[in-house]
């Protein structure tokens, strides 16, 4: 079974500021995903990387496969950024649901 | 971009009542959708994997008499929480992985999510 590992499990940032948040596994994967999960519940994919790194906006995020390492960065960090991101792991790549880290709380002040 | 829906959004129930969640693939056929249940400040951990026209498949500790799940089409996955208890109130989430040939078909799609409170 995979572990999946987020830090920090909170942070909190000032408006402008570059955001990291670290997931780490511990067995081999065919995907991971990003997921930002706002107040209500819903979620939202930000990412799938199976090597790499892929942009989309404000956000980065990269994947090192032999590290079992990936990052997610927010550039230009504002308040709407503020949620909770979640690493999620693909080990099967067939019919496997997915491995969830705890999730990093993120709060960005103005 | 792909969308999956899910009815009802929020649902509050007596003890000892059955509550339907229905999740659907609106423009996107998928064979395999899964259903996830998440505590208050938990992760999301996954229940079952239900595939279109077969049984599901539960994770260890869930009890598949308790959370029925049926996936008749290629669009509709129905999870029904059979006599609810108050421990059964979560946030229950489904996603959709779009079936071989299709665009993407390597990632998932995840629903909005479904509050389910007991009474």
């Known amino acids: 079974k995979n572990e999946v590992e987020q830090s920090p499990q909170n942070l909190t940032a000032q408006e402008g500021e570059f955001i990291t948040i670290n997931c780490s596994y511990s067995?081999?994967?065919?995907?991971l995903h990003w997921l930002q999960q706002h107040p209500g519940g819903g979620i939202v994919s930000l990412f799938m990387?199976?090597?790499g790194k892929k942009k989309h906006g404000r956000l980065i995020a990269t994947i090192n496969i032999q590290e079992k390492h990936s990052s997610l960065h927010i550039t230009a960090s504002h308040p709407r950024d503020s949620a909770v991101y979640i690493c999620a792991v693909d080990s099967g790549g067939g019919a496997d649901g997915l491995t969830f880290g705890k999730g990093t709380h993120l709060i960005i002040q103005p | 971009g792909a969308v999956v829906s899910q009815h009802p959004s929020w649902v509050i129930c007596k003890s000892g009542t059955s509550v339907k969640i229905e999740c659907r693939s609106l423009?996107?056929?998928?064979?395999?959708m899964f259903w996830y249940r998440q505590f208050p400040k938990q992760s999301l951990m996954l229940m079952a994997t239900?595939?279109?026209?077969?049984?599901?498949?539960?994770e260890q500790g869930v009890e598949k008499d308790k959370f029925l799940i049926n996936h008749a089409s290629l669009t509709l996955s129905t999870l029904t929480v059979t006599s609810a208890h108050p421990e059964d109130s979560s946030f229950y989430i489904c996603?959709?992985?779009?079936?071989?040939?299709?665009?993407?078909?390597?990632?998932?799609?995840f629903g909005p999510g479904t509050r389910l409170t007991v009474l």
């Open positions: 423009d996107f056929q998928a064979t395999t």
């Open positions: 996603s959709a992985r779009p079936r071989p040939g299709l665009p993407h078909m390597d990632t998932q799609y």
């Open positions: 239900s595939n279109e026209g077969s049984k599901a498949t539960y």
């Open positions: 990387l199976s090597s």
């Open positions: 067995v081999g994967i065919s995907a």
